[in-house]
């Protein structure tokens, strides 16, 4: 029952698989919470838990959470990664695209960190994944840039409520990382693409990461496992770029 333990909502896939995977390798139980049932196999398998989850339900956290806590006793991190991406001009956003957006990038993660918080009795780490799109705006994604930015105001706003008890909350803010499913939002006909994804994105790395490459999902990963961790004590209230200088700050 001393295991430490971590929930990963969309962690089955994408930037969340290679996180529950950093995770599972650093020692950690996962608890994996996401709408499409199944769960990684291979090395890891006997480090991770499915559950069933719609991150847009308060009460899907709540049950991560109490899984978490009746396996392994305890629950040291929540990591709210679930979400999506989808470029859309202003004039074609109608309420149903607007609610499943807000609804799965914000209102999600504040049910996570509100399910995170009443079962974290020691201290602990709450980290959001956010996005460089929570910190400057762009054309056609008026509703992501919306979701982000409100996740990024969620995690300073809670780490100043809950740091009293130990409780740290940071957010995570990847620049684009080309996973199957930004490669498919990137199809859309209002993303700046073009209808050549990979083209974009290694022209975008060329034309504005200082390191002239964009970071890869293993990268995101190590960062939310170093906020998880005792290495990161001092550090909270933080949206930290992982973006190979892209937006530096």
Same mark, same amino acid.
């Given at each position: 029952?001393?295991?430490?333990? =971590? =929930? ?11 996180i ?70 202003i ?30 009795r020691?201290?602990?780490?709450i ?45 995570v ?46 990268? =995101? ?21 992982v973006?190979?200088? =892209?937006?530096?700050?």
């Open positions: 029952m001393s295991e430490k333990t =971590v =929930v990963v909502t969309g962690g089955n896939r994408g930037i969340g698989l290679m529950t995977e950093a995770f599972a390798l650093a020692g950690y139980a996962v608890i994996v919470g996401a709408r499409r049932e199944s769960a990684p196999g291979g090395r890891f398998r006997d480090q991770v838990t499915f559950v069933k989850a719609d991150v847009r339900q308060e009460k899907a956290h709540q049950a991560l959470v109490e899984c978490a806590l009746e396996k392994f006793g305890r629950l040291d991190a929540y990591v709210n990664n679930a979400g999506f991406s989808e470029w859309r001009p004039g074609e956003i109608d309420e149903a695209f607007f609610d499943d957006m807000i609804g799965t990038n914000l209102k999600g993660a504040f049910w996570g960190c509100k399910a995170a918080v009443r079962a974290m020691d201290g602990g780490s980290i959001n994944l956010s996005s460089i799109a929570g910190k400057r705006g762009s054309a056609n994604n008026s509703a992501y840039c919306a979701s982000k930015f409100g996740m990024n105001g969620l995690t300073q706003a809670l780490a100043k409520e809950v740091g009293p008890r130990g409780i740290r909350v940071n957010a803010c990847p620049v684009l990382v080309p996973t199957e499913g930004l490669i498919q939002a990137l199809k859309g006909p209002h993303s700046p693409a073009k209808g050549d994804p990979r083209a974009f994105i290694s022209q975008f790395a060329n034309d504005n990461a200082a390191l002239k490459r964009l970071p890869d999902g293993s990268e =995101v990963a190590a960062m939310c496992v170093f906020l998880a961790s005792e290495a990161a004590s001092a550090v909270t209230g933080q949206c930290i770029n973006d190979c200088g =892209v937006f530096p700050q």
